[in-house]
């Protein structure tokens, strides 16, 4: 990754929006997943006319690692899921005790962020739609496979992810696991996913409030 590919996330999604647009109708089920990903989310539903929403994961670092994903959860209403990174949980073997702490600690942040988000919405309606699953890029994937398993319980009709940016390995495995998968960058030297970005600004929680309603979701 020697050079910026995007100059922000809304330019990511405008990428995003171009390579959608001959596979995603105006009934797509857009949901960004937060933060940075609903930036580049909104720029995706309003360009294709559909619905926008967002899906609440969070990565579950390591304890002496938190920067490592052991795993993640995700919330659709009142159903958590959880995905553990195998290869990393066998690896390390990190103490029980401690991972269900930080378990605890994520679900926390979970639920405040949902209801920062969402308020008192009910979950958007997934069974038998096209929902496009955007986030701003992919690191090891876990955040977006939990993304996918909560979401595969709602029998969507069809479900694709759409990501600006992501290591080879990840995006082949994901392709796997959805129906399909929208990654314009994909550079066999990639190391992080802010090397995509010329500005890859932390997102705060205004800046998802914002996104939801410049991309239009139904309040």
């Known amino acids: 990754m020697s050079r910026a590919r995007y100059a922000d996330r809304r330019d990511a999604g405008r ?16 949901l960004g997943l937060p933060r940075g990903g609903v930036v580049v989310a909104a720029e995706v539903a309003a360009a294709l ?5 967002v899906l609440v994961v969070r990565k579950l670092g390591l304890p002496a690692q938190p920067e490592l994903a052991m795993g993640a959860i995700a919330a659709i209403g009142d159903t958590v899921e959880t995905v553990w990174v195998r290869a990393v949980v066998d690896r390390v073997a990190p103490d029980t005790t401690a991972v269900a702490a930080v378990r605890e600690r994520e679900l926390v942040e979970l639920r ?13 309606g997934i069974p038998g739609r096209h929902v496009v699953l955007v986030d701003d890029g992919l690191a090891t994937g876990a955040t977006v496979r939990v993304a996918i398993q909560a979401l595969r319980a709602r029998a969507p009709g ?30 066999e030297g990639f190391r992080a ?4 970005y010329a500005d890859f600004t ?18």
């Open 202 to 219: 932390e997102t705060t929680d205004d800046d998802v409030t914002e996104a939801l309603g410049r991309g239009g979701v139904v309040s």
């Open 49 to 53: 006319g559909a619905e926008l929403d």
């Open 112 to 124: 405040r962020r949902s209801a920062a988000y969402r308020g008192d919405r009910p979950p958007p």
């Open 193 to 196: 996913v802010g090397q995509a």
């Open 15 to 30: 990428v995003l929006a171009g390579a959608l647009a001959r596979r995603a109708g105006a009934d797509a089920l857009v």
């Open 158 to 187: 069809r479900l694709t992810v759409a990501v600006p940016v992501g290591p080879p390995a990840a995006v082949a495995q994901l392709a796997a696991e959805v129906d399909e998968l929208v990654c314009p960058y994909a550079p």
